[in-house]
């Protein structure tokens, strides 16, 4: 994946009509969060993981033992990417394109530079592919299991909102949970 650092001109010029909702949370958080991209509440808010998905990210954090306030979370892109609904018209969420994502890169690289945690958890394939840097992995294989990249630890997860849409992965996300908690 490119890593090129761009300059400030570049992000305003693209994304001038875009609201940014960048990271959140504690300076020295050992725990470091990666989603995918924010949502339309998160749009609204200007947080991270404050919509139905951050409700679910809320109950991982209580059953790894964890406080929203002890950690820090961010997403792979900045904004909230949408297309219109041939149906209603209305704009709804998309995946982020490789051009999103290779874009924000760079900002996501700073921040874990600024925070420099102990423990990266990536939730899905968008920001586990980003900090792997590797676009052949995917979570199926990797999920629940420590990964060491250079001097990062990084325990991938399921995205929580894979996990209300299939319910299927439910109980392997526990599994998971489970196996992160043991671990810190
Ligand atoms: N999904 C994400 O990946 N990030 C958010 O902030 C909200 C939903």
Redesign the pocket.
């Known amino acids: 994946m490119a890593f090129i650092q761009k300059d400030e001109q570049y992000y305003v010029n693209k994304y001038l009509n875009n609201k940014l909702?960048f990271g959140e949370g504690q300076k020295n958080a050992k725990i470091f969060i990666i989603?995918?991209?924010?949502?339309g509440?998160?749009e609204k808010q200007g947080r991270?993981?404050?919509?139905?998905?951050?409700k679910n990210l809320d109950e991982f954090l209580k059953i790894a033992g964890v406080s929203r306030n002890d950690v820090y979370?961010t997403?792979?892109v900045k904004l909230r990417p949408t297309k219109i609904s041939a149906k209603t018209g209305n704009a709804i969420n998309r995946p982020p394109s490789k051009e999103e994502i290779e874009d924000f890169i760079p900002l996501l690289m700073d921040e874990l530079s600024t925070i420099k945690p102990k423990l990266v958890v990536t939730?899905?394939n968008?920001p586990l592919k980003a900090v792997t840097s590797d676009e052949k992995i995917t979570i199926g294989s990797v999920h629940g299991k420590l990964l060491k990249v250079g001097e990062m630890r990084i325990f991938p997860l399921y995205?929580?909102?894979a996990v209300i849409y299939n319910q299927s992965l439910r109980q392997t996300y526990m599994d998971d949970l489970e196996a992160i908690k043991n671990y810190l």
């Open positions: 909702v989603g995918e991209a924010p949502g509440d998160e991270p993981f404050v919509g139905k998905a951050g979370i997403n792979t939730l899905g968008v995205h929580p909102a």
